[in-house]
């Protein structure tokens, strides 16, 4: 199987895009970080300075820097495994809790099937990003200052996976019910299949890969939630607040910081600043949309090499014949 995975163009592709990036992801500490003065005055031949931080992308600064002088290139880089892994963490939860959901509404009676397929069909049309601000604003915003850094970051990820799991369940009990309509699946109790071994030999062969390729569907739909909760400001990767300076009327100015360069916290951190400095926001959503494109890339190969379809052999196999069929019907005889 590993073997027809690499040999898919769409598949290498992205695997050797999201490697990359995760190797230099989580070589920053030894290859790109700089512990050096950082570099936020520039000054011109005559030493009379022409710009300050954040300076504009150049061949310098390919993503432009940040308000400190860090080239932002390397902290979006930075940011990669903490991004990425936070997104396949919760997906992965996603994914446990939602197959055994899956198999509780598969073998429920059929009129509590339809009443959950209604009712949680409405999850598809709501807007995640703002019941999450909305159940877990406590934490992430209006006391953060009384949490601990794991609680500011767990509970908006149990948040997460908790209004994800009903309509995952439900996808999954539809296919168990398709798989178990299978013509050989259906037989195999006739042939002294018990319900452990015509799951284990039959129904995993084609949930499995199903279920892997939801996964790695729903890492893009997670990393599409940090984007709207980084506009809204939130800090899903944890934050922490300082006091900066006091004002003239006595009033403290205060600003967040992200803690892990994740890139919804960079886009929350400067989404005040985007008309000044827009390089601020793109790279953060640049990045956002590579992997999001690598991972898409990644489904599209597996679901052309991998054995998802239980009805994809015999169709084709009954397409071939056909063809055939007809090939031999046509009459060459000459005109």
Known sequence: MLLKLIRNPWFLVSFIGLTVL????????????????????????????????????????????????????????DGAKYTIGLAASISLVQIILSLFGGFLLYIAPKKVRLTADGLFDTFHYAPFAIFIYLLAGTVIDIFVWSYSLETRIIFPAIVIVLLSVPVLST?????????????????????????????????????????????????????????????????????????????????????????????????????????????????PILAFSFVILMMNLLVHGMTQTLEINPYGKKKRKQKSRLQNKEAAELDFSKI
């Open 171 to 283: 996808l999954i009990a539809k296919e168990l019910e398709d798989l178990y309509k299978v013509e050989f699946i259906q037989n195999a109790p006739t042939l002294g299949g018990g319900v452990y071994h015509i799951f284990r030999k039959h129904v995993s062969k084609f949930l499995i890969p199903k279920l892997f390729v939801l996964f790695l569907q729903q890492i893009s739909t997670v990393l599409i939630i940090f984007v709207h909760l980084g506009v809204l400001e939130v800090f899903i990767g944890g934050s922490e607040t300082y006091k900066m300076a006091e004002s003239v009327d006595g009033g403290v100015m205060i600003e967040t910081f992200t803690l892990s360069n994740e890139w919804g916290g960079l886009i929350g951190k400067y989404w005040s600043l985007y008309i000044a400095y827009p390089w601020l926001i793109f790279g």
């Open 22 to 77: 995760l190797t230099f992801s989580f070589g920053y500490e030894a290859w790109l970080k700089d512990d050096g003065d950082r570099v936020t005055v520039l000054y011109d031949e005559d030493g009379v300075p022409y710009d300050s931080a954040p300076f504009e992308p150049s061949f310098q600064y390919p993503l432009g820097s940040d308000s400190l002088g860090e080239n932002y290139l390397y902290r979006i880089v």
